[in-house]
């Protein structure tokens, strides 16, 4: 299949020190690939190019046929609130918020009121096996429900790209494993492309393949086999 996001000759310069300096990048609906390597060799660079949170210095990001480039700022946040889902390390829920309005409040942003934000949400609180939380509050939860609750929300407006920054690395491997099984499956049933950052063996081993970055630039390796 063609794929819906593809990075070409990506260059990222921080304070004189390239971040990216030739990464090329292409994921398909529905696939998930694993981004690889070790730490600071530019794979959340790479993430935060790939989503339009960055822009890069040189090289091309193109997102369904579009240039990321030439939209405008607007038209690039929008993208990413209707389009893109994002999980992060730590899942940065907000705290005030109980779990059903976490998961509802992207939705929310995109222009449903809070009660039919707030049922939309909650098949996804199933789907990742934390409607018993509901009603509670973050701080009232452990990480691996958190993480989950990231998930539902990541998913809850059925973007067609997530990006998931380390999202088991605060996790112990069971919590992690159960994190990325429920990912990958809840992604594949909605057709969604998961851009998946790793340094972990075991969680890049849940992507039909890898990429791995080093010095800023990317390889392709073999389908890694679940
Ligand atoms: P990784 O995700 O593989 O750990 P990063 O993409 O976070 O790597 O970082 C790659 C390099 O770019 C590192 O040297 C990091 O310190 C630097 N870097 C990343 N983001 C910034 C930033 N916003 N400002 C300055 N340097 C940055
Ligand atoms: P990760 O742990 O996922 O690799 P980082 O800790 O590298 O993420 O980055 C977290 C945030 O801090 C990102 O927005 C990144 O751009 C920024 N950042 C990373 N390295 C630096 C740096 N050396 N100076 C300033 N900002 C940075």
Known sequence: PAPILTA???RKVYAGTPALDGADFAIAAGETVAVMGPSGSGKST?????????PA???TVTYAGRDLAALSDGE??????????????????????TCVENVALPLRL??????????????????????????????EISGGQGQRVAVARALATTPRVVFADEPTGALDSLNGERVMELLTAAAQDSGAAVVLVTHEARVAAYADREVVVRDGRTRSLEPAGR
Do not use: M, N
């Not at 190019?49 to 960055?54: N, P, Q, R, T, Y």
């Not at 209707?82 to 730590?90: D, H, I, L, T």
């Open 46 to 54: 790479l993430l935060h190019c790939l989503a339009g949170i960055v």
């Open 8 to 10: 070409t000759a990506l």
């Open 76 to 97: 690039r946040s929008a993208l990413r609130r209707r389009e893109f889902g994002f999980v992060f390390q730590f899942g940065q829920l907000v705290p005030e918020l």
């Open 57 to 59: 210095d040189a090289g």
């Open 110 to 139: 995109t222009g449903l009121g809070r009660r039919d934000a707030e049922r939309a949400a909650r098949p996804w609180l199933e789907r990742l096996e934390v409607d018993d939380v509901t009603h509670k509050r973050p701080g």
